[in-house]
């Protein structure tokens, strides 16, 4: 008896403490259900449920209310993977390919590198190789060029005619010359730049065959003589000879040798002299020096 005494008693003492009942509604009848106490719970093993009514018959309130059982289910370890034989030497087979390739890329890179650093190398000398050779022609040639025959023109007055003048041609080179053709043109005008850009050598053509001309280092011969007497006639009238003697107009002579160095080949190039020279027609005097444009005075 003093036992149920004090469970009843600590069973109220709960209820009193508790915030608040929860309600549940059933239909048309409400159902007041107090939460679970700790004085219900250990009064449940030793009295039954005992309802209570109040005021109002359709209201109960329940003390033995069972808490909800709740299982954890823990899951088992996780056990570890166990490899076989087989793929072991698998993945150190990998392995040893991926190993193998990354070494296989790095040699390649290297050799590619070493490829590129000897192309640049062999072009530099193959640059290096042309310029001497270059050098080394182009000082064969200087080599050539100053033992050739070197045909120059230069104008000579006449010892025994008084206003007359020879065009000379004479070899200034090393080796003895042919001179295989000579040509000579004239033109009256009023100054060289009006002479044509190139000289014009198809007006006339010659009555006789040349003879070819050597020429010893040193040697000279005559090209074309020309005295005061010629000017008249070049005229083709005589108001042109007094524009010549009033220098409103001048006379040109101009030509050009053909020559061959005569220790060179048969099919070796031939050189050519080209010459110019403006007749000063004087009152008593006259003259005949070298002029016209660069083209009429030309080497090869």
Known sequence: MGVKGLAICAAVIVMLSTPAAYASVHGDRGVMIAPPTLAAMLAGATSPATPATGGDSDTTIIHDYQPPHITVATPPPPQEAVWSFHEKILWAAQLVLVIVGYAGILLGLSLLKKIERQGRYTEAAVDAAASSAQAALLNAQAVID???????????????????????????????????????????????????????????????PFTPTILLPGEFTAIKPFCREDVKGLCDSEERFKRIETWEEKVFLYGKVLYRDLIAPADSPVHETNWCCWYIHGRQNSGLVIAGPPDYNSHT
């Open 146 to 208: 100053s033992e050739r025959a070197w045909i120059l023109i230069t104008v000579e007055p006449s010892r025994s005619m008084e206003n007359s003048f020879t065009v000379m041609a004479t070899n200034r080179g090393r080796t003895p010359a042919r001179i295989l053709e000579t040509m000579e043109r004239h033109r009256i005008t009023v100054d060289e730049r009006r002479l044509p850009a190139t000289p014009d050598y198809s007006s006339e053509e010659r009555s006789a």
